[in-house]
């Protein structure tokens, strides 16, 4: 059965509905395509249909391509990738750009058939761009339908017509925070702002209606007409211009030239603005097949889209463990941690006992729920009658009985073994036998802490970042003893809260931590060496970090750091690495513990603004008077997360490849342009990298020692995603 199907009625309105089969929402495959096609070419031709209209047969419109064909496209596209995936985007240019003129004459531009789209709801991506190439666009008064052009986040841009129907509709300012940044808005905001032309009750009637009225004037678009201007100026206008060279400032300072997508869209909307329509439709192709030939694409549609989207639906969960929905949750510690997992765990709509030691520091991680909905309030996100709804799944309190009934415990109190032993003892001697514990710790091994637990099989790590509610991702850890129950709870759970799970073995610092803990040490480091702070900072910014090792130290804040450097000196013995004790414990002891501080690496003013980098580091560490290439620093950046990635798969504390790239994405925020750290040194090469590894190791130490398995993989040719990726979809 075909997704598009149509439906001629006695008004003599043909209305196509797209509606495929097994999916939630509508999503274009190159198949379907061609039976949209079709079936507009039989309406065009039939005399007895008088218009058309475009709509869904679900509650949504679409939610765009299938990623996973753009995914293949270059494989698909035989010898010659770039001409193949251009050739294809031009054939979907085709098909947009028949439904736009709709048969009207060339030359007079009458006798068209009017064409209208109907959205029931959300409509993304190739959701819009399709919907856009029709002549009016209904949508329906739906506040949670979500409108827009969201390509930039995976990598690509719209490059259905979307970029250049969008730029030469709205003018390339307006247009910008649609296609640059990715803007979704609803239906009222997205009519308000010119995405849409109608927001109505029955979208469905008023386009048939329009539809059957509608005059040749009314489905000529502007770009076709003679005397068409580009709104705002095209660029050689003066207002036109500086739109441009704003944009281009812009878009450089918020990608820092690593994401070719955004750079590639603006060349797009400029070069295409000079141009007549089809044209430009033309431009837009070549620059949307520049992009999908670059690796950067493919791998963030890889890593964002496809993999994160199995992982989200269970991909590594226990086959064999029936459905393990979280009813009501235990939160041991009303701290941020435990506040913001209570606040999550209420908002997915599971109970919540929140426990503490006294009533106040109860009632205050409660609070931190009340607050949250409150600035929900204020964004009229949600109501008073939600936020009540939300306070009363969680109870606040210091008495332990009233965990009896949790299915999960999750434990966020105070990183101390013994503690975190006596919590243990005392919860499991009052909950269910079927009670699945959990360890919010984030550097404690976990095989350690269920040494205090009378059912270890079903002790495990459930590793939050912070702040709870806004990081995506969560890390399960399997210590020695953990069941697959307890494995299929916590992903469970995580679905549940709506974040994205990975899961990984037992090891000190886990998977995120093990990684993310050199990259801000080699940075401290190079400070002790003599390396400018601000080339530090900006090498990093400058590679896809979003924040550089100084100031990521400054908001985990400095006294953690010492802290960590306290227990794995204590774990380690003499194989621990001092490198940077001195200088944090050196700033601690001045005071300067970062954000929280308001005094770090950074300088802040009385209300906790950056001002700058803190001028007095260099009267205790002078910066040398040469100082190292921009490609060495970031590379030393780079080498010492990505290197912990490869031995963290070595070791089979990373289980699946997947889970490597989208937790460094999700978890602290790898380069997402490279698609993660595996995935940029596919990119880079094995034998490329290995080399690498041999430079950096006789410049700076055994820290970045080529691992056996890259050593092993360069010198047999092979790729990460080559030599794992089809054992990890299989699996």
């Not at 930039?152 to 003018?171: C, D, E, N, S, Y």
């Not at 939300?390 to 965990?403: H, K």
């Not at 909950?431 to 984030?442: L, R």
Request: hydrophobic letters at 45%; charged letters at 25%; aromatic letters at 6%.
């Amino acid at each position: 059965m075909t997704d598009f199907t149509m439906e001629k009625g006695a008004d003599g309105v043909a209305v196509i509905t797209w509606d495929v089969k097994g999916k939630s929402m509508n999503v274009l495959s190159t198949e379907a395509l061609q039976a949209l096609s079709d079936q507009v070419d039989d309406a065009l031709a039939d005399e007895a249909v008088k218009g058309i209209v475009i709509t869904s047969g679900k509650d949504s419109f679409a939610a765009g391509m299938d990623l996973n064909i753009i995914a293949k496209m270059k494989e698909m596209a035989g010898d010659n990738p770039a001409q193949g995936v251009f050739d294809g985007v031009m054939a979907m240019h085709g098909v947009l750009r028949k439904i736009e003129r709709a048969g009207m004459d060339p030359k007079t531009n009458k006798g068209g058939k009017p064409i209208a789209a109907a959205l029931p709801g959300t409509a993304l991506g190739i959701g819009l761009e399709l919907p856009l190439s029709t002549h009016r666009i209904f949508c329906a008064d739906n506040p949670k339908a979500k409108i827009g052009l969201p390509e930039v986040m995976v990598g690509i841009f719209p490059g259905a017509g979307g970029t250049t129907r969008l730029a030469r509709k709205m003018g390339a300012m307006a247009a910008s925070p649609f296609l640059l940044e990715g803007k979704l808005s609803d239906p009222k905001k997205a009519k308000a702002a010119g995405l849409i032309d109608e927001v109505v009750e029955d979208p469905l009637a008023a386009a048939k209606d329009w539809v059957l009225n509608a005059k040749d004037a009314d489905i000529l678009k502007p770009w076709d007409a003679k005397g068409y201007k580009m709104p705002g100026g095209a660029p050689y206008h003066p207002a036109g211009f500086m739109t441009f060279v704003g944009a281009s400032a812009m878009v450089n300072g918020k990608t820092k030239g690593v994401y070719p997508a955004a750079k590639a869209m603006l060349s797009a909307v400029y070069e295409g603005a000079l141009v007549p329509f089809d044209t430009a439709l033309k431009i837009e192709a070549r620059w949307f097949t520049n992009v999908l030939m670059n690796p950067s694409s493919g791998n963030m549609i890889r890593s964002l889209f496809i993999n994160k989207e199995a992982l989200d639906k269970g991909a590594v969960r226990p086959a064999d463990v029936p459905d393990q929905s979280v009813k009501k949750v235990g939160v041991l510690g009303a701290g941020m941690m435990g506040a913001g997992i209570a606040l999550v765990s209420a908002h997915a709509g599971i109970e919540v006992v929140l426990i503490d030691q006294n009533q106040e520091a109860a009632d205050r991680g409660k609070a931190y729920t009340a607050s949250y909905a409150d600035k929900g309030i204020k964004r009229k996100k949600i109501t008073e009658e939600k936020k009540e709804a939300l306070l009363s799944r969680i109870t606040a309190t210091t008495d332990l009985d009233a965990l009896k009934g949790c299915d999960l415990i999750i434990e966020a109190v105070f990183e101390d073994v013994g503690v975190k032993a006596e919590m243990t003892k005392k919860v499991e001697a009052i909950v269910g036998e079927d009670c699945i514990f959990a360890t919010n710790t984030s550097t404690l091994p976990i095989s350690d802490l269920a040494k205090a637990s009378v059912r270890p099989e079903q002790f495990i790590g459930i590793h939050f970042f912070s702040p709870v509610e806004k990081m995506a991702l969560v890390e399960i850890i399997k210590g020695k003893e953990t069941g697959d129950r307890a494995v299929a709870k916590s992903l469970d759970y995580v679905r549940q809260i709506r974040k994205t799970p990975i899961v990984v073995n037992d090891a000190r610092f886990f998977y995120a931590n093990r990684c993310i803990i050199p990259y801000i040490n080699e940075g401290i480091r190079m400070v002790t060496e003599g390396v400018e702070p601000a080339l530090i900072e900006n090498a990093a910014k400058m590679v896809g970090m979003p924040l550089g090792p100084l100031q990521l130290t400054d908001e985990t804040s400095i006294d953690l750091g010492v802290k960590i450097a306290k227990a794995t000196k204590a774990a380690m013995g003499d194989a621990y690495d001092d490198a940077c004790d001195e200088i944090l414990f050196w700033m601690a002891d001045e005071g300067r513990l970062g954000r929280k501080a308001n005094a770090g690496f950074y300088a802040y003013d009385e209300k906790g603004k950056r001002q700058g980098l803190w001028a007095e580091l260099a009267d205790k560490y002078a910066p040398a008077e040469t100082q190292p290439d921009l490609i060495e620093v970031q590379h030393r950046l780079l080498f010492a997360q990505v290197l912990e990635a490869v031995r963290a798969l070595e070791e089979n504390v990373l289980m699946d490849i997947r889970e490597g790239d989208v937790g460094a994405i999700l978890g602290w925020g790898f380069a997402p342009w490279s698609g993660g750290p595996l995935s940029w040194l596919d990119m880079i090469g094995s034998e490329y990298a290995a080399e690498r590894c041999d430079q950096l190791s006789a410049a700076y130490g055994e820290r970045f020692a080529c691992p056996d398995l890259l050593r092993d993989m360069a010198q047999t040719g092979q790729s990460f995603y080559g030599r794992f990726g089809k054992k990890a979809e299989a699996a």
